[in-house]
């Protein structure tokens, strides 16, 4: 940082003491790049050259191929020949506090023969899944909170590489769910400059540049901040407030309810929660609507601030909450949130529909095309 003193000096001190600092300062430095998380002073013109890189990965439709989707309260997986989908699946389940990570294994290799029941071979296999992932290796995920650490670094980084080898060492990609959004609204649509955005359990946030690629990018909107407000919600994982992952997912949707008017039982889960709005919604309950609303409002905010870090030409919105006719309520009220607040200069943003289908399996699908066949 090139500034006072003063401010590095808090920067530094917040980082290393403030609990929300902390857990940035260990994912950002150790975890994932295996080196400590330093604020230095230095002067502007010794900073790094900026540097970026695109891959080439998806759109491979070739073969017999498997993908899935790994999420918080549900795992999905797709069956695909030829860019024909002819199985897909969803699958409940809860990982975050299984401590063992057999039991992660056994769970995803019982959905790829699922899938693989429904294709004459196996040439390769795609997947998704929330957290960081480096050459198919998981560095940092929630789905795997519950394991202990040193079993973390032993199993769960090679897990992916396990699951290959079981497989026969067919070409096996696993990359980042928000990533595999963006990709899906690009490969349908044949753009570029396109933000994806999976409502699901937390919030996935993907990217594809304008030439149509992936990049290296560390796309985690779930922890990107869209609310200051001192009193906004704190995540419980990071420690910070306000994140998207409050405001764009089932956790969003659970805390509306009660300021809806709407009673559940204490108990009840979060997917369970969700769908009860769906029920509601349509039956016409207008509570339901309002939530739907709010969530839309929330949406063309937050997009407004995405749009300082992003060129957003187009925007794919996918996961449960999108799901019913909800989504489409939350699709028409970000809508004319940009159209009231976007600076005239600003580039528009088009919304791309996706069907109930892919809002829910899409992923799982486009997963499948990662991989290139040997």
Known sequence: MDGPTSLVAALARHFRADPAGAFDARTMGPTIYAAP??????????FPVESTASLELGGHLDGCRVGFDLGASDRKV???IDGEVRFSEETSWDPRNQADPAWHFRQID????????????????GGSSAGVFVNSEPRIASL????????????????????QHAWGDVPFVVVNDGDV??????????????????????????Y???????????????FAPVDLAAGAPR???SGDSGVGAQYFSQQAIARLLPAA??????????????????????????RAHSVYETVGAWLGYGLLQYARFYRIEHLLLLGRVMSGSGGAVIQETAERVLEAEQDRSSVPITFHAASERDKRHGQAVVAASLPRLR
Do not use: C, K, Y
Request: proline share 4%; charged share 25%.
């Open 37 to 46: 998380f330093e604020v230095l002073a230095t002067p502007r013109s010794a």
């Open 78 to 80: 797709a069956a695909v």
């Open 110 to 125: 019982e959905s790829l023969r699922r899938a693989a029941d429904h294709l004459p071979r196996v040439d390769a296999i």
């Open 144 to 163: 795997f909170r519950g394991v202990p650490s040193d079993l973390f670094e032993t199993r769960v980084r090679h897990l992916f590489r396990e699951l």
């Open 181 to 206: 959004t963006a990709l899906a609204g690009a490969m349908s649509a044949g753009i570029g400059a396109l933000l994806g955005i999976a409502m699901g359990s937390s919030e996935a946030g993907g």
């Open 208 to 222: 594809i540049t304008t030439e149509g690629r992936l990049t290296s990018w560390l796309n985690e909107l779930a």
């Open 235 to 237: 995540d419980e994982w």
């Open 261 to 286: 008017g709407i009673d559940v039982p204490d108990d009840m889960d979060q997917p369970s929660r969700l769908l009860e709005l769906q029920r509601l919604m349509a039956a016409g309950d207008e």
